[in-house]
């Protein structure tokens, strides 16, 4: 590699799907030797054992617990106990929970100890940080402001810094101003939804399950969380997000224990509640000269089945493999072929799954009421026949 450059590979993005790839990357034994550069203006830091959970969780499937394995980051996780659930039970708001039409997915079924893990973005983040620094990664605080890629060498502006690097990888979240700097268009579309995210202490203990109710304007989860708690992601129009967000703590409550059904009792505030826009968004193209996209840069799902960063983590996955296949045969990071076979299959696999999500948000918002008899059934039905209940859970556990 070209000793005029400063950095093999820039990733400009320390969230948990860039810093998931700076550790791969200076783990893997086909990829240790490249110069890294992580570049964030405020990349996570681990939080102190005794701070409380951050309001922001993540179900992270086995794909992500493996990024992190891999690149030891996952010991350093531990002191934030990740919550490992091992039920899912999913219903909709026209049935009783734990009837006949409800779906449940139980990892003793397909002879796993759980279907995953929660865990805190910040503290996953964090882990991975630490594990890329130690690995020799060079972590710059900043932003990339500037970009300029010839078929040569990608030019980086990081603050007053123009850095001559092999490959940049753009994994700046779903706003991405690099995507924009290279670009890879694609217009995202908006659900005329916001998720409401709190944190919560319910009455009745929640037994390592994970909870999802569908209600007429949008799913409500109670992810299980280590403290005891339980993490509520509400999705629901734009108005009554802003209507949930400013009621006080009672008012809140009383409404949050009535929308799940009262299946964990009553349910208790304990922290802020923060809203969050949703899109569904696949980018036109996932690689340019001597550039590709990763995570939310690249695509945002709706929240739904917990597989935004999870798809991130099999980007980081796919384009780990493909450069280390290329620097085996004496090529160079930012070369083209790679990052092509990279950006077609993974722009294919996450637009599947965009799809298909957004298919699931559309059948369960529905108010035709044949598809909302449908919907009932079908997760009854689900919940009946073994063989599809099995893919169904290996598809989620990834
Ligand atoms: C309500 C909600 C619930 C969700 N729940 C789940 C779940 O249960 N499971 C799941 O898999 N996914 C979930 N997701 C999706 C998940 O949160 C995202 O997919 C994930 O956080 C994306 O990570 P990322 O690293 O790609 O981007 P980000 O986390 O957005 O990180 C981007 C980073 O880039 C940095 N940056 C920005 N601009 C620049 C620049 N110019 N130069 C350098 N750095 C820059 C930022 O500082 C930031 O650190 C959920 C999303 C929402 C909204």
């Known amino acids: 590699m070209s000793a005029r450059r400063d950095f093999d590979v820039l990733i400009a993005g320390a969230g948990m799907v860039g810093a998931g790839l700076a550790a791969l990357l200076s783990s893997a034994e086909a990829t240790r030797g490249l110069r890294i550069a992580l570049v964030d203006p405020s990349p996570a830091l681990a939080p102190l054992p005794t701070e409380p959970l951050d309001v922001r969780v993540s179900a992270l499937s086995r794909t992500g617990e493996r990024v992190l394995r891999q690149s030891g980051a996952w010991p350093l996780l531990q002191a934030r106990h990740p919550c490992a659930y091992q039920r899912m039970v999913i219903w909709d708001s026209g049935a009783a929970v734990g009837g006949r039409d409800t779906l449940v997915f139980d990892a003793?079924?397909?002879?796993?100890?759980?279907?995953?893990?929660?865990?805190?973005?910040?503290?996953?983040?964090?882990?991975?940080?630490?594990?890329?620094?130690?690995?020799?990664?060079?972590?710059?605080?900043?932003?990339?402001?500037?970009?300029?890629?010839?078929?040569?060498?990608?030019?980086?502006?990081?603050?007053?810094?123009?850095?001559?690097?092999?490959?940049?990888?753009?994994?700046?979240?779903?706003?991405?101003?690099?995507?924009?700097?290279?670009?890879?268009?694609?217009?995202?579309?908006?659900?005329?939804?916001?998720?409401?995210?709190?944190?919560l202490s319910p009455e009745q203990?929640?037994?390592?399950?994970?909870?999802?109710?569908?209600?007429?304007?949008?799913?409500?989860?109670?992810?299980?969380?280590?403290?005891?708690?339980?993490?509520?992601?509400?999705?629901?129009?734009?108005?009554?997000?802003?209507?949930?967000?400013?009621?006080?703590?009672?008012?809140?409550?009383?409404?949050?224990?009535?929308?799940?059904?009262?299946?964990?009792?009553?349910?208790?505030?304990?922290?802020?509640?923060?809203?969050?826009?949703?899109?569904?968004?696949?980018?036109?193209?996932?690689?340019?000269?001597?550039?590709?996209?990763?995570?939310?840069?690249?695509?945002?799902?709706?929240?739904?089945?917990?597989?935004?960063?999870?798809?991130?983590f099999l980007d980081a996955v796919a384009l780990a493999t493909e450069l280390g296949a290329a620097l085996a045969h004496g090529g160079d990071p930012g070369d083209p072929q790679p990052l092509t076979r990279y950006a077609r299959a993974r722009r294919a696999e996450n637009a599947l799954m965009g799809a298909a999500l957004d298919g699931i948000y559309r059948l369960f918002t529905s108010q035709r009421p044949l598809l909302m008899q449908g919907r009932q059934l079908g997760l009854g039905l689900a919940n009946r026949a073994g063989p599809l209940k099995r893919l169904l859970v290996e598809r989620a556990l990834g």
């Open 108 to 199: 003793a079924e397909v002879g796993e100890p759980n279907l995953g893990h929660i865990v805190e973005n910040r503290a996953v983040a964090a882990a991975l940080v630490e594990r890329a620094i130690v690995a020799g990664v060079t972590l710059l605080r900043g932003s990339v402001s500037a970009l300029a890629l010839t078929a040569d060498v990608a030019t980086v502006t990081v603050g007053e810094r123009a850095l001559a690097v092999g490959l940049v990888v753009a994994a700046d979240g779903a706003d991405s101003p690099l995507r924009h700097l290279a670009g890879l268009g694609g217009e995202p579309t908006a659900y005329p939804q916001e998720a409401v995210v709190a944190p």
């Open 205 to 312: 203990p929640h037994r390592g399950t994970a909870h999802q109710r569908f209600l007429p304007q949008g799913p409500l989860a109670l992810l299980p969380l280590s403290d005891g708690g339980v993490s509520l992601v509400w999705s629901t129009t734009p108005a009554d997000a802003a209507r949930l967000a400013a009621l006080d703590d009672s008012a809140f409550a009383a409404e949050v224990t009535r929308a799940s059904d009262g299946v964990l009792g009553a349910l208790t505030p304990v922290g802020r509640r923060v809203r969050f826009p949703l899109r569904r968004f696949n980018a036109a193209g996932y690689a340019a000269t001597r550039l590709a996209l990763v995570g939310d840069a690249a695509h945002t799902v709706h929240p739904l089945a917990g597989q935004g960063v999870n798809q991130g």
